[in-house]
């Protein structure tokens, strides 16, 4: 071949790429854009007709709802969704990506044309109230490679089609209501990184063809009700890094090979029927985190069957049938926080390289067969915060350490034990204890006056010993102390009358003693059994089983001298603090130029003071200084909370607890007085009042720079964020929702009742009541609180939060414990609507009942929760009812906070009660809670 015959080749080959390349393309530069057009006006029809079938549960701005900007274009006769909310568009104006998360939209997937949108490559519509069934047509969606639909209400099986989205890298399904199985066909998508299909109704078994999922690096199925053995094929899935199957009846064994690609860091199986060995490739998982096998049938040594998972941070092996030895290997663990092997057969003793894990804060080997003694070596673990050795065969004394004694430890549960020896007087260094169990041992000598000092004790269990000798009075100065066991002992003499500051006490049992006199006069004990008190010497007062004290004039003398020094211990501190800091606050206004270095951080109980913070062996400036470092001078990024005195930080002390931090606004001086008041009245009220539904005050710091409170830190935060926040609010269930009430209720009555003289909150609304994890409410911010003296005046100021406060303060300003109930039916309200009750609280005021009667109890709760069912229904019921009863225009016709939290307390009524009482009122309520209507509740009031 010649050089031209070459060349003319070239050129010919060159012209013929040109025309195919020309080619190519020319579907993009004639046809695309007319495609598109078409494409993007269908999907803009589309998307307008599902628009019309949604509806919104969360509209803070009824003028401005989610997706306002979904409408046509008045400029342009053919619309495009392209700049619309939640829409995005690639370079050739085709929809790719909807996300619609926590929108607040209530709605069917069924009304949507998926067949419109078959460029869509990402539909995010999780925290959403989406109801109905995941239509089968979403296989339209052939480009779809994420896909999020968790947190909503859908219901019926996981469509099969779905099994054609080969594109999918991520299946986010869960907390929903699906049912059925798993679709064999899942086992197509093989570019599956992530399966999530947790809290789910889920059943059968899981599909052999998940081993086609090689790409899989985290699947989620707790909490379902799967059951069967798994697939043998589950081997197949070496890049597993993440595999949560617990709360299920999954039987037969684990996968053998669950660790073999070396990826697993987290697996949780806990709470199915698994038996059989823990998989060989576990005892090599370098990079191994969390191991939950709680709850299931597995056996095997429990010290030849685990190395050393050196990243292994969090490992639960409770209610199996492992037996064996604890391997002093485990103390190499220098991650781990949490060890947990109870209620299994593992025997010999405990091995003292343990303590070698230095972070170690929670040792739970309670239920085994364990020997020996405590080694002395836990005793000074730093971290240590729960030790849990009861019911096992632990001999010896109580270990002292080196004087420290658990310090930071909060709960110690030694009972069952064969331990001897007395209890030591140490037990005063753990200031952070709150429940402390030594129960069924056989210590000996008296109880300790040192364990007076544990001010943080709430549950103390010391039954079933020898302990001799009289009660140490320094116990009634646990202030937080809830239970008390001391029955089934040789105790004598008197109860100290120091128990009568024991408010917070609920369960008390002295039985089997040798203790004499009367009773202290307070509700736990008036209430308890007669069993609480048998056979013990000559006890007596006002309770079942007791007889009453003999009254001499003698006694009557004695009982106005402890009255009277029990009034005085009560009066005279506080007036002490409130004179002191008066006169810190004057010396202040002359020298505000001249920052002082001095600190008053205090801590006050009825008898005595204490430095704040002395539970955590700080003196008073430490303190000081350890907040204002944690906080970085209060930086705002520590902020969680702002009210009309201060904001509220986040402190996380070193080797200390988190607490919460109220800082007061810098005060001016024609608001002085006015802060200052609020801020005594809340250590004075709080210094004396415990309760578990009750915030806790640790002390307060009055400094010429910062002034502040120091309260418990509780994680949820307040009820009003909550309930403002959807994903939150979608968690904060029925079964909770109810609960808070009662918290709320009790805390209330608690103050009302049980407290001399009464307390009246005067600002009970939904931003000052906290929430811990476990949803338990916790009444905050007492600025306002007022006591109800009998012989003097109670008008006052306007105190609280508009909205919340009673109607009859608008003319009147006279404080009692009715505006406080009053305030607690708009929580309530608040609580079971979802949001503040303004506008349905003047709906009632003004509507009749009959207007009432066209309105479902069910349409005006939160949508964004399925309506209650069962049980819980019938209580959302009993808590409206007392809503409305609390919400009466007229203050004595408000039930008190005693019965409403009694009422709140005993088993709710049956519909067919609810029934009954509504014919009494000649209106009939259908079986189902789902026809119930405001009217009918309304009139069972009136």
């Not at 309200?829 to 009667?853: D, Y």
Request: hydrophobic share 35%; glycine share 6%.
């Amino acid at each position: 071949m010649n050089q031209n015959t070459s060349k003319t080749i070239m050129v010919s080959s060159f012209k013929k790429s040109l025309l195919f390349l020309f080619l190519d393309f020319f579907p993009i530069f004639f046809t695309t854009p007319s495609s598109a057009f078409n494409s993007n006006e269908e999907a803009a029809t589309s998307l307008l007709k599902w628009k019309s079938t949604l509806q919104y549960t969360n509209v803070t701005n009824p003028s401005s709802p989610p997706l306002l900007s979904w409408k046509p274009d008045p400029k342009n006769s053919s619309s495009s969704p392209c700049q619309w909310q939640g829409i995005t568009c690639n370079e050739r104006k085709m929809v790719i990506d909807i996300n619609l998360r926590k929108f607040g939209i209530k709605g069917k997937l069924s009304n949507f044309d998926f067949s419109s949108l078959t460029h869509l490559q990402g539909l995010d519509l999780k925290d959403n109230s989406f109801y109905g069934t995941i239509p089968s047509s979403i296989s339209n969606l052939s480009e779809l490679s994420f896909l999020s639909l968790s947190r909503n209400q859908f219901h019926g099986p996981i469509p099969s089609s779905i099994g054609l989205l080969g594109n999918l890298s991520v299946v986010l399904l869960f907390s929903n209501y699906l049912s059925g199985t798993i679709p064999p066909l899942i086992g197509n998508l093989t570019r599956l990184t992530y399966l999530r299909l947790h809290y789910n109704e889920i059943s059968g078994s899981v599909p052999a063809e998940i081993r086609k999922l090689s790409s899989l690096v985290l699947l989620t199925l707790f909490t379902n009700k799967l059951s069967g053995n798994l697939p043998l094929e589950m081997n197949n899935l070496t890049q597993m890094k993440r595999l949560f199957i617990g709360e299920n009846n999954f039987s037969g064994h684990l996968p053998q090979e669950l660790c073999l690609g070396g990826s697993l860091e987290k697996f949780t199986a806990q709470g199915n029927q698994f038996s059989g060995t823990i998989p060989q490739t576990m005892k090599n998982c370098t990079k191994l985190m969390r191991l939950r096998l709680e709850k299931n049938r597995l056996t095997g040594n429990i010290a030849e069957d685990f190395g050393v998972n050196p990243r292994l941070e969090y490992i639960d092996l409770s209610h199996n049938d492992f037996y064996g030895q604890l391997s002093w290997d485990w103390g190499r663990l220098q991650n781990l926080t949490k060890l947990s092997i109870s209620n299994t057969r593992v025997s010999g003793e405990i091995p003292t390289e343990l303590a070698e894990a230095q972070k170690l804060q929670e040792i739970d080997l309670s239920s085994n067969h364990i020997t020996g003694v405590i080694p002395k070596e836990l005793v000074d673990l730093a971290s240590l915060r729960v030790l849990f050795l009861d019911n096992n065969k632990l001999s010896g004394n109580i270990p002292v350490g080196n004087g420290m004694l658990y310090s930071n430890l909060e709960r110690l549960d030694l009972a069952t034990n064969n331990l001897t020896g007395s209890i030591p007087s140490q037990l005063r260094n753990c200031l952070r204890l709150r429940d402390l169990n030594l129960s069924h041992n056989k210590l000996t000598g008296g109880l300790p006056f040192e364990i007076g000092n544990l001010h943080s004790l709430e549950n103390l269990d010391l039954c079933r010993n020898l302990l001799v000798g009289e009660i140490p009075p320094q116990i009634g100065d646990m202030l937080r102390l809830e239970t008390l066991n001391l029955s089934h002992n040789e105790l004598r003499g008197r109860i100290p009358p120091s128990f009568d500051g024991l408010l917070s006490l609920t369960y008390v049992d002295l039985s089997y003693n040798q203790l004499e006199g009367p009773i202290p006069n307070l509700k736990a004990f008036r209430e308890a059994p007669g069993e609480a008190f048998a056979n013990n010497k000559n006890l007596c007062g006002n309770a079942p089983g007791l007889k009453i004290c003999p009254l001499t004039s003698r006694s009557k003398v004695d009982g106005k001298k402890h009255n009277l020094v029990l009034i005085l211990s009560i009066i005279i501190p506080f007036l002490i603090v409130l004179v002191v800091i008066l006169i810190v606050f004057y010396l202040r206004r002359g020298r505000a130029r001249h920052a002082g270095t001095e600190v008053s951080v205090e801590i006050r109980s009825r008898q005595e003071e204490y430095n704040l913070f002395a539970i955590w062996s700080y003196d008073g400036k430490l303190v000081y200084e350890t907040i204002i470092e944690s906080t970085e001078e209060f930086n705002l990024k520590y902020c969680i909370g702002e009210g009309a005195t201060g904001r509220v930080y986040r402190a996380e002390l070193p080797n200390g607890p988190v607490v919460a931090v109220k800082k007061l606004h810098l005060w001016q001086d024609s608001e002085a007085a006015t802060d200052l008041r609020c801020f005594t009245a809340e250590i004075r009220t709080l210094a004396q009042v415990r309760h578990r539904n009750i915030v806790k005050l640790y002390g307060y710091c009055f400094h010429t720079r910062h002034s502040f409170l120091v309260y418990e830190f509780l994680e949820r935060g307040s009820l009003g964020a909550i309930l403002r926040n959807n994903e939150q609010a979608v968690e904060f269930g029925w079964i909770e929702r109810v609960n808070v009430v009662k918290g709320v209720a009790n805390a209330l009555s608690y103050m009302h009742h049980d407290c001399s003289p009464p307390l009246v909150h005067r600002d009970v609304s939904s931003k000052n009541i906290l929430l811990d994890l476990e949803y338990e409410a916790h009444v905050s911010d007492f600025g306002t609180a007022r006591l109800l003296k009998p012989d003097s005046s109670n008008w006052t100021s306007f105190a609280g939060t508009f909205g919340y406060t009673a109607p009859e303060l608008a003319y009147t300003m006279e404080v009692n414990e009715k505006c406080d109930v009053y305030s607690f039916g708009v929580v309530t309200l608040e609580v079971i609507l979802g949001g503040h009750p303004g506008a349905f609280i003047s709906f009632l005021s003004s509507s009749s009942p009959n207007s009432a009667n066209h309105i479902l109890l069910k349409d005006v709760m939160d949508q964004r929760l399925l309506p209650p069912t069962d049980q819980v229904a019938q209580q959302v019921v009993s808590t409206m009812k007392l809503a409305f009863k609390c919400l009466s225009s007229s203050p004595q016709s408000r039930p008190s906070m005693n019965q409403v939290s009694k009422e709140l307390s005993q088993s709710q009524p049956s519909m067919n009660q609810v029934s009954k009482e509504l014919s009494t009122q000649k209106h009939l309520l259908a079986e189902s809670f789902l026809s119930v209507t405001l009217g009918q509740l309304f009139n069972l009031e009136h």
